[in-house]
């Protein structure tokens, strides 16, 4: 399943599916006896999609075995995005928009001081999906969310404003789990037009597995470390862009942003759930992926 230029897709395809992958280990590590993340939302869009992979493991968690493993990473994940969102509106920001926002279901489970704005911008199918699942179950944001059906290659500033993003108040930015995703010239633009959107107290976080990124290394170690495909059948390298693109991180420093960068490995010392037995060519590869925050100075 490779890509091509302008492709789209619902929740049980293509990239669709690996959102789809994320919710279902979110859901498994809210299970786990000693979870680093809740969210009981995720089940419900599992199951609603049907997809026999991801609704097997939740019927069976047992089954999991060493893909338990790849749940801890999203659990590391999940708590440090949810966490750079909690440090943003401790600093007054009350603007975030949530970029290839999937089944994210923060704008409900997060406690959002009052007159939060919560802007989800997505592929539209992705996002009729998700409201539609949140409706039948009755759920209720927590903030004043607003989904901005929109593909990421195109021009989202325009629709994402005329959503009401005011670029004069300091946002707090999430690009989680997307970059590999983006072409190299959508991703640089991504981030010039996340800089032009800004206003100094303004912050965004990413996860970027930068140079470190060969397609083909990560299936093999994936394969090993986990002892199967955590997403089914998808080959989620095929999915991936390897082209020339801007480091995240060195490319926000130039532009005056205040830069900060840690690995999962650490992450996870940090959060008191070290992952062990990680075999070397794995812990090679998290040690080159980085978790980037930045704020952009006034």
């Not at 440090?87 to 994210?104: F, T, Y």
């Not at 996860?207 to 998808?234: C, H, I």
Request: glycine residues 8%; negative net charge.
């Amino acid at each position: 399943m490779m890509r091509t230029e302008g492709d789209s897709w619902d929740i049980v395809t293509s990239v669709g599916l690996t959102a789809l992958g994320v919710a279902t280990f979110r859901a498994l590590e809210t299970i786990d006896p000693e979870p680093m993340i809740h969210d009981d939302y995720a089940a419900w869009f599992v199951e609603a999609a049907g997809e026999p992979h991801f609704t097997q493991m939740l019927d069976d968690p047992a089954s999991v075995g060493k893909m338990r493993r790849f749940g801890r990473f999203m659990g590391v994940r999940t708590r440090f995005f949810d966490e750079f969102f909690a440090a943003a509106w401790q600093q007054g920001v009350r603007q975030a928009v949530i970029l290839a926002s999937g089944l994210d279901a923060r704008a409900y489970r997060l406690d959002w001081p009052a007159g939060t704005v919560v802007f989800e911008i997505d592929q539209p199918r992705v996002l009729e999906f998700k409201d539609r699942v949140l409706a039948e179950h009755g759920a209720v944001a927590k903030a004043d969310r607003r989904v901005v059906a929109v593909d990421l290659r195109d021009d989202w500033p325009a629709a994402l404003t005329a959503a009401g993003l005011d670029p004069e108040r300091p946002t707090a930015w999430s690009a989680e789990g997307l970059l590999p995703f983006l072409p190299g010239s959508a991703h640089d633009a991504l981030f010039e037009r996340i800089d032009a959107l800004s206003s100094p107290g303004s912050s965004v976080a990413t996860d970027d597995f930068g140079r470190g990124l060969d397609p083909q290394r990560f299936a093999d170690t994936e394969e090993k470390f986990f002892g199967s495909n955590p997403f089914g059948n998808l080959d989620v390298s095929d999915l991936w862009y390897d082209d020339a693109r801007a480091v995240p991180g060195d490319w926000l420093a130039r532009q005056g942003w205040s830069v900060h960068s840690t690995t999962p490995v650490d992450l996870a010392a940090g959060y008191a759930q070290p992952i062990t037995d990680m075999p070397a060519e794995l812990l090679d590869l998290m040690q080159q992926a980085r978790y980037v925050s930045a704020e952009k100075r006034r």
